[in-house]
């Protein structure tokens, strides 16, 4: 019996000093855009290479106000996984997932079937909206974490022009 006891307390020891590295081990969520209406939050341990230079990316935008389905149904977060290339941003979303106050889902769409992404067209996010400067913000961390300088550009390179001097005779 005090065997049996003792076996108890030791792997109730071991689970509750695992714990923490269970939690470390958890998805470090990062939050890549707020603003009064909506906060995205981006999963970068879901990020993989779809294909050089494209990334699969996971993220979830909580809203503050409930928005509608085509349905009629109301929402508050949208989970979504999109094909993001970087330079310049441009998207493909393959999934979408929406739920309602207290994670209750209202629908899934699934996963777009893979001969369809092929004829699916890249998405470029409409200058000054959330979308445009969340995915800036991916592909700023998809970056750093690839050590490549796949990084959105910000403006267009200014081009060099040359002037030829002429010479009076």
């Known amino acids: 019996m005090i065997r049996y006891a003792s076996r108890i307390v030791l792997s109730a020891a071991a689970v509750l000093s695992a ?7 958890q998805a470090p969520w990062r939050q890549v855009y707020k603003d009064s ?19 699969t990316t996971v993220t979830t935008w909580d809203y503050s106000r409930p928005r509608l389905t085509e349905q009629k149904k109301q929402y508050n977060r949208l989970v979504e996984r999109a094909y993001v290339r970087c330079s310049p941003v441009r ?3 393959v999934r979408s997932t929406v739920y309602a106050a207290n994670n209750v889902l209202v629908r899934d769409e699934g996963e777009v079937d893979v001969r369809d992404q092929a004829h699916m067209v890249w998405d470029r996010p409409k200058s ?5 400067s969340a995915f800036e913000s991916v592909c700023g961390i998809i970056a750093k974490k690839s050590g490549s300088k796949s990084a959105p550009a910000t403006a267009a390179p200014a081009k060099k022009t040359t002037t030829k001097k002429t010479t009076s005779q």
């Open 19 to 25: 714990t923490p590295l269970i939690a470390r081990a």
């Open 37 to 55: 209406d909506v906060t995205v939050v981006f999963d970068t341990a879901s990020l993989a290479v779809q294909s050089p230079g494209t990334w």
């Open 91 to 93: 998207l493909k979303r």
């Open 128 to 132: 000054g909206t959330a979308a445009k």
